[in-house]
């Protein structure tokens, strides 16, 4: 293999010389997915603290009226 060759072939394939998207696509990604499934949760977590909170006061309508809505 000529040494131009070995140069063009350490220069595609190291790891300071991707793109732009290749490199911070996927953390991109999981950051906005992280994001996403953490706001989620939360609403989840609500909803089951109105419940709890109608249940302790015998309110059934309420209870059936948040349950009917899930997140």
């Known amino acids: 293999m000529s040494a131009w060759a070995r ?10 010389n991707k793109p732009f ?6 953390s991109a990604i ?3 997915m992280a994001v996403h ?8 977590q609500q909803q089951i603290l109105n419940e709890i909170r109608a249940l ?3 309110d059934i309508a309420a209870v059936r009226e948040i349950a ?3 997140r």
Request: hydrophobic residues 30%.
């Open 30 to 32: 999981g950051v906005y």
């Open 56 to 58: 302790a006061e015998n």
């Open 68 to 70: 009917s809505k899930p």
């Open 37 to 44: 499934f953490a706001e989620r949760q939360g609403e989840r």
């Open 7 to 16: 140069i063009r072939d350490r220069v595609l394939t190291s790891k300071y």
């Open 21 to 26: 998207p290749v490199t911070l696509l996927p």
